[in-house]
């Protein structure tokens, strides 16, 4: 078996490999040949852990992968250690040979801002220029890199319940980028935005109906356990609505909440976004639409992911062998 640190998966994989390897899950499990069912997870003492599994059946071996992420939010403050730390776990799907085992913040934080590009080209207006992304932490920043890679903007908006960390995070890409980037201490901008991006720890929703005009397209990142809370449960109900996974969604994500508070049914949601990935559905019906993606992150981009890097890693000879027997 293969042993994979973070900084060797770090040195195998840019953002782009990240968006086709993902690009590449979602289109499988659209056609049948990928296997992705919704995540477990169970609380602790003081933070929760989900473990998220999926088979991909195309490449040679087929394989699978199964991600163990323990979130323990006052780990920064407390114990000088990150919020989330866990492994994922890749086998032969053919005859369960263990084949690699790797830190999983890397992928985490990629793989998820993979999906949101993905959205993004399918689900935003094209002319897109002004876009508000609604939390400054690691996966604000890499939300902040999965949009430009889908479209031209002109001007980003940062906000967060941290103005110092907004402010840090506006300074730090309007030093690298040709466009503006500010900070905004309130929600003020998201009425000027085509793009919404939350990615946030809110366990009550903030993004309401009165913030978001025509045209709006919204990635939801933020929800991944079922106390977490971004989108408002009739900006829900009023709109194009596409998921990562309907099952999923149902249980952990803001789907959840809308479904508990009565504004939907899970047949309000339109599409996966498999099925627009394999152009099986638009995801998008007028300018004037506003789009919502409901992200809650997928053992299938974790093993799509995980399997691109493990063939990178063979052939580059990167990792450590263990032999388990």
């Given at each position: 078996?293969?042993?994979?640190?973070?900084?060797?998966?770090?040195?195998?994989?840019?953002?782009?490999?990240?968006?086709?390897?993902?690009?590449?899950?979602?289109?499988?499990?659209?056609?049948?040949?990928?296997?992705?069912?919704?995540?477990?997870?169970?609380?602790?003492?003081?933070?929760?852990?989900?473990?998220?599994?999926?088979?991909?059946?195309?490449?040679?071996?087929?394989?699978?992968?199964?991600?163990?992420?323990?979130?323990?939010?006052?780990?920064?403050?407390?114990?000088?250690?990150?919020?989330?730390?866990?492994?994922?776990?890749?086998?032969?799907?053919?005859?369960?040979?263990?084949?690699?085992?790797?830190?999983?913040?890397?992928?985490?934080?990629?793989?998820?801002?993979?999906?949101?590009?993905?959205?993004?080209?399918?689900?935003?207006?094209?002319?897109?220029?002004?876009?508000?992304?609604?939390?400054?932490?690691?996966?604000?920043?890499?939300?902040?890199?999965?949009?430009?890679?889908?479209?031209?903007?002109?001007?980003?908006?940062?906000?967060?319940?941290?103005?110092?960390?907004?402010?840090?995070?506006?300074?730090?890409?309007?030093?690298?980028?040709?466009?503006?980037?500010?900070?905004?201490?309130?929600?003020?901008?998201?009425?000027?935005?085509?793009?919404?991006?939350t990615c946030?720890?809110?366990?009550?929703?903030?993004?309401?109906?009165?913030?978001?005009?025509?045209?709006?397209?919204?990635s939801a990142?933020?929800?991944?356990?079922s106390d977490?809370?971004?989108?408002?449960?009739?900006?829900?109900?009023?709109?194009?609505?596409?998921?990562?996974?309907?099952?999923?969604?149902?249980?952990?994500?803001?789907?959840?909440?809308?479904?508990?508070?009565?504004?939907?049914?899970?047949?309000?949601?339109?599409?996966?976004?498999?099925?627009?990935?394999?152009?099986?559905?638009?995801?998008?019906?007028?300018?004037?639409?506003?789009?919502?993606?409901?992200?809650?992150?997928?053992?299938?981009?974790?093993?799509?992911?995980?399997?691109?890097?493990?063939?990178?890693?063979?052939?580059?000879?990167?990792?450590?062998?263990?032999?388990?027997?």
């Open positions: 078996m293969l042993l994979l640190s973070r900084s060797g998966v770090a040195r195998l994989m840019d953002f782009t490999d990240y968006v086709e390897a993902v690009e590449a899950g979602f289109r499988a499990a659209a056609t049948g040949k990928a296997l992705a069912p919704p995540a477990a997870a169970f609380h602790a003492p003081g933070g929760s852990y989900h473990a998220k599994a999926a088979t991909l059946l195309t490449g040679d071996p087929p394989v699978m992968a199964i991600k163990l992420n323990g979130d323990y939010p006052g780990n920064p403050a407390a114990n000088g250690l990150p919020t989330v730390q866990g492994v994922i776990y890749l086998a032969d799907a053919t005859n369960g040979q263990p084949l690699a085992l790797m830190d999983s913040i890397e992928v985490t934080i990629n793989r998820t801002g993979a999906a949101t590009t993905l959205a993004v080209r399918h689900m935003a207006r094209s002319n897109s220029k002004v876009a508000t992304i609604c939390g400054a932490g690691v996966q604000g920043r890499i939300q902040f890199k999965a949009v430009l890679a889908a479209t031209a903007l002109e001007r980003v908006y940062i906000w967060d319940v941290d103005q110092d960390a907004a402010a840090s995070f506006a300074q730090d890409m309007a030093a690298k980028l040709s466009l503006d980037v500010l900070p905004t201490p309130n929600l003020g901008p998201v009425l000027e935005s085509d793009i919404v991006v946030t720890s809110s366990r009550h929703p903030f993004l309401t109906p009165a913030l978001v005009r025509p045209g709006t397209f919204i990142a933020g929800a991944d356990n977490k809370s971004e989108i408002d449960p009739q900006l829900y109900a009023r709109n194009l609505v596409v998921v990562d996974s309907l099952e999923q969604t149902a249980e952990i994500g803001d789907l959840h909440h809308a479904l508990d508070a009565g504004a939907v049914a899970p047949a309000r949601v339109r599409a996966t976004l498999g099925e627009l990935v394999a152009l099986a559905r638009l995801g998008r019906t007028g300018d004037s639409s506003i789009t919502v993606f409901d992200s809650t992150g997928m053992g299938l981009q974790d093993v799509a992911s995980a399997a691109a890097i493990y063939r990178r890693a063979l052939a580059g000879g990167v990792g450590t062998r263990l032999a388990l027997t």
